[in-house]
Structure formats: C-alpha cells, structure tokens
T-cell receptor, first 117, second 115 residues
Framework: DTAVSQTPKYLVTQMGNDKSIKCEQNLGHDTMYWYKQDSKKFLKIMFSYNNKELIINETVPNRFSPKSPDKAHLNLHINSLELGDSAVYFC????????????????FGAGTRLSVL | GEDVEQSLFLSVREGDSSVINCTYTDSSSTYLYWYKQEPGAGLQLLTYIFSNMDMKQDQRLTVLLNKKDKHLSLRIADTQTGDSAIYFCAESPSPFDNYGQNFVFGPGTRLSVLP
C-alpha cells in the first residue's frame, strides 16, 4: 500500500484556471507538508499542517491555499494558475514535527507534475 | 537563514565508490538526511544521521558528519547503474529552537554512473 499518495500524477492546464492537487497518507502521521520543486530541482517548503492546523506558511502567493479536512489529508488548491507555477509538487508527512527523533522523518509522495500552458 | 550547498554533478564508473558532499550553515541542525530521486519518481529517504553522531553505515552507504565544519558526505560503495539519480542533502533544525522551521534541502547532486 502506498504510504503517501498524491493525485493526479500529471496535470496539464491553461493559464488562469483553478486546480487542486490531493494528498493522502495512511501512516497515521500528525504532520503533513507541501513542497515545490522547480525546474532546477530545488525543493522549497510551502505549507505544513499539524493535526489540521497550519504551522508553516512560507512566502507563497495567496493564490495557493492548502486545506486539511482531516489529519490524513492535505490538499493544495491553486487559483488563477500562472506559467511560473509549472513545477513538481511534493506532499510529505511525518509522525510529529516537534519530536527530535525518528518521529520527525518525512515520507514523500511521488509528486504531481504541473504544467501550465 | 539556513542554507545547504552541494555540487551539482558527479560522474563515476560502475564499481567505483561515489562520494557526494554537502555543507550546511545552520549550527542548530538536529537531523541531516540524504534523499534519492530517480527520474520521474518521488523522493526516497536513503538514510539520516543525528547531529551527535560522526558516522553511520548502512550496507553500501556510509554517512560521515563533521559537525565542526558543517560538512556531510554520502559514500556509495560499488556504485551501480541503478544508483544514477539525484541525491538531496537536507537538514532539519531543532524544532524547539526554531518554531515553525522545517526541512531545508540542498539543490541536489546529479550522479551519473558510467558502464
């Protein structure tokens, strides 16, 4: 069984559209994250939720809005898509981000490749 | 802010050892990680080391940490073509010292294994 699953795997859309990427983890973890990997393969954290509460909100345009209906899900909604939003978006989860031990290890999904035309 | 640096490319011959280096700036880093990303795939955790350790070995992988110089390395023994991938170094500050801080990734080292 996939531990952290993202859907869709590929997303091709036009500028100006609104789209969502879903993420689900079946590991029973408390903390979930969204990362953006750009064309140069740099990974930047965007958001993090712990037990459905937002704990990290990096400098990301307001067009990006995360939603956590329960602690096993963290979805990313993007409004008015722009060309620069094209990237691979990774979801991740960890047991407890406050722990200083193996409980803080992050497990990643396979990524969603977003192409904005 | 925190920064993690890696050389971007490394080529080795099959059977040789690969050494991927990483430097970081945050002295409060608690965990240091190595992730592997194969083409079109997600990030796979290879290994991690706690900041009070100098070395960790796991089969063909050896991680060395020089905390004084803030230098981390990953050695892959007997490198195979299947090891060709991008290797990301990442660090995680202590959550108790840096509320709201989280993982910082390096740019990734592209390892090419030549037959």
């Amino acid at each position: 069984d996939t531990a952290v699953s993202q859907t869709p795997k590929y997303l091709v859309t036009q500028m100006g559209n609104d789209k969502s990427i879903k993420c689900e983890q079946n590991l029973g973890h408390d903390t979930m994250y969204w990362y953006k990997q750009d064309s140069k393969k740099f990974l930047k954290i965007m958001f993090s939720y712990n037990n459905k509460e937002l704990i990290i909100n990096e400098t990301v345009p307001n067009r990006f809005s995360p939603k956590s209906p329960d602690k096993a899900h963290l979805n990313l909604h993007i409004n008015s898509l722009e060309l620069g939003d094209s990237a691979v978006y990774f979801c991740a989860s960890s047991q407890d981000w406050t722990r200083v031990d193996s409980q803080n290890i992050q497990y990643f999904g396979a990524g969603t490749r977003l192409s904005v035309l | 802010g925190e920064d993690v640096e890696q050389s971007l490319f490394l080529s080795v011959r099959e059977g040789d050892s690969s050494v991927i280096n990483c430097t970081y700036t945050d002295s409060s880093s608690t965990y240091l990680y190595w992730y592997k990303q194969e083409p079109g795939a997600g990030l796979q955790l290879l290994t991690y080391i706690f900041s009070n350790m100098d070395m960790k070995q796991d089969q063909r992988l050896t991680v060395l940490l020089n905390k004084k110089d803030k230098h981390l390395s990953l050695r892959i023994a007997d490198t195979q073509t299947g090891d060709s991938a991008i290797y990301f170094c990442a660090e995680s500050p202590s959550p108790f010292d840096n509320y709201g801080q989280n993982f910082v990734f390096g740019p990734g080292t592209r390892l090419s294994v030549l037959p």
